[in-house]
Structures are given as C-alpha cells and as structure tokens.
C-alpha cells in the first residue's frame, strides 16, 4: 500500500459527459500528479500540482482540468468525454519535489 | 515522439536465474532515471533509481546500470522469484525542470519455476 487513495476505482459513463476523480496523496507529499495510461501505452504525465499551484503541465487536453486543495487532495475533471478517453488514470505524489513518485491503485474509466 | 523505449513488450526467466530489463532513451537532457514494477489491478511501485553522475547503483537483488554514450539503461534482478512477475517500465526525468517523469511502455517479465 502505497499510501495514495484514489477514488473510484471504476467508472463507466458516456460519451459527452463529465466526470471527476479524486486522489489523496500521501501524508506529508505536497506534490500530486496526473497520469494516463491507455491500452498498451506507457504512462503519460498530465499535470503536476505542488502544495496547491500548477507546477507542470504535460500533453493534457484542454477538456481535462486538475486542481490541488488546501488539504493538499486534487481533482482530475474530464469533460465532454469521447470513446479515446478509456484509459487507467493514476494519481501519485512524492514529498517535496523527490523523483520518486509514489502511485496510487488507479481510476479505470471506461467511456461508452 | 516515445522518448524512453522499452522494446521488449515480454520477457520470460526462470526462476534463480537473471533477468535483464532494457530501455533507451532519446532525450540527451534526461539525468535521473527510475525503475517501476506494477501488478495488476496496481499502480506502478518505485524500485530503484540512478542519476547520471553514476554508472550502477544497486539495492539487494536489483541493480541498474547506466551507459550515458548509448543512452541506455538495464535493470538486473539476481536471482529471480516468481513475485518478480510484474510489468516493470523504465522512466526518465531532467533534474531542476519539475519533476515530470517520462514512461517507456513497460515490460512484462514472467519468472517461471
């Protein structure tokens, strides 16, 4: 257990629509990241927050926004959702700014 | 543009023996690089790590070696277990530029008895 929650684990909705996951980074990780992973692809980075602001952003879609709270969670919102979306969506968090990130299980959303 | 690569979508060993996990990269700027396992149903766990100012770093029964002039990078697991059976991916990141790490596609190693 790596100590990073992400809630749910699955979620199925349709094409259109919009939906949030949610991640809880470990106690004490000021830093959370976004990642995707689609079929047989390698994990894409998305964003980055660190202790409530947007440090880095990778090739997130201009459909998909993220924000930190001040309890240090962050939410992943991905709207008008399309078939391509289906992907396992991992959070992770490392403390400060480490190298090593540690993942939560993972959301599995699956647009139909 | 796949900047880190793992060309080798499966790789099986037996057990007690060496398994050997590649991965190269592109991207002359990257000088940490990082290893994950991941199980099913689980994200990817940390395993080790090294930066480009060394060549091997080694914990226990993993060791990295990294070759700067070829880009290259290899994990060794001596000896194998059958719970070294995982996807493992290689990853890759520029010190001082935030701490994106970029993904090879994984490896999935089976150790066999």
């Known amino acids: 257990d790596s100590g990073v929650t992400q809630t749910p684990k699955h979620l199925i909705t349709a094409t259109g629509q919009r939906v949030t996951l949610r991640c809880s980074p470990r106690s004490g990780d000021l830093s959370v990241y976004w990642y995707q992973q689609s079929l047989d692809q390698g994990l894409q980075f998305l964003i980055q927050y660190y202790n409530g602001e947007e440090r880095a952003k990778g090739n997130i879609l201009e459909r998909f926004s993220a924000q930190q709270f001040p309890d240090l969670h962050s939410e992943l919102n991905l709207s008008s959702l399309e078939l391509g979306d289906s992907a396992l969506y991992f959070c992770a968090s490392s403390l400060d700014l480490s190298y090593e990130q540690y993942f939560g299980p993972g959301t599995r959303l699956t647009v139909t | 543009d796949q900047q880190v690569k793992q060309n080798s979508p499966s790789l099986s060993v037996q057990e007690g023996r060496i398994s050997i996990l590649n991965c190269d990269y592109t991207?002359?700027?990257?000088?940490?690089f990082l290893w994950y396992k991941k199980y099913p149903a689980e994200g990817p766990t940390f395993l080790i790590s090294i930066s480009s100012i060394k060549d091997k770093n080694e914990d226990g029964r993993f060791t990295v070696f990294l070759n700067k002039s070829a880009k290259h990078l290899s994990l060794h697991i001596v000896p194998s277990q059958p719970g070294d059976s995982a996807v493992y991916f290689c990853a890759a990141t520029i010190t001082g530029g935030g701490n994106k790490l970029t993904f090879g596609t994984g490896t999935q190693l089976k150790v066999e008895l």
């Open positions: 991207n002359s700027m990257f000088d940490y």
